[in-house]
C-alpha cells in the first residue's frame, strides 16, 4: 500500500464490509479526505462495463453524450479520456483489467465484485 500511497481500503459487497486493510496512521475513527478518489472509482468501473462489453472504448464521447459533440471532449475516444481522467498513463493497463492486476490487494478486491471499491 506504501508504494501506491494508499493509507486504506474498505471493500463493501452486498452492502457489508467484507475487508478493511488501513496503513500509517489511518485508522477507521478518523476521516480521510478523498480527494481525486473519484477517477479510481470511475476508471474502474469504466473497465468493468468495457470488458462486460457495455461500452466500447474506441467510440468517442459524443457517441455517448451528444450534447458534448461541440465540446472539447467530444472527438475524443473514452480511452483517451478514460486514461487522462484516471491517471492510469504508463501502467500499461489494457482491457480486459481482470487479467492484468499484479498487486495482490487489488487482485483481491476486484474478485469480489460487483462491490464497491473505496481507497482511502
Keep these: 500500500m506504501k508504494s501506491q500511497y494508499v493509507d486504506g481500503i474498505l471493500v ?3 452492502g457489508i464490509a467484507v475487508a478493511e486493510l488501513y496503513d500509517g496512521t489511518l485508522t ?3 476521516t480521510h479526505l478523498m480527494w481525486s478518489v473519484r477517477k479510481t472509482l470511475t476508471g474502474l468501473t469504466a473497465a468493468s462495463v468495457a470488458a462486460d462489453g457495455f461500452i466500447d472504448l474506441k467510440k468517442t464521447v459524443a457517441d455517448y453524450v451528444p450534447e458534448l459533440a461541440k465540446s472539447g ?11 487522462c481522467e484516471t491517471l492510469l498513463i504508463g501502467l500499461k493497463i489494457m482491457i480486459p483489467l481482470r487479467a492484468q492486476f499484479a498487486d495482490k490487494i487489488v487482485r483481491m478486491v476486484y474478485s469480489l465484485a460487483p462491490c464497491v471499491l473505496t481507497l482511502m
Design 12 to 14: 463493501i459487497k452486498n
Design 73 to 83: 471532449w467530444g472527438q475524443d475516444t473514452l480511452r483517451k479520456y478514460w486514461i
Design 28 to 30: 477507521p475513527e478518523h
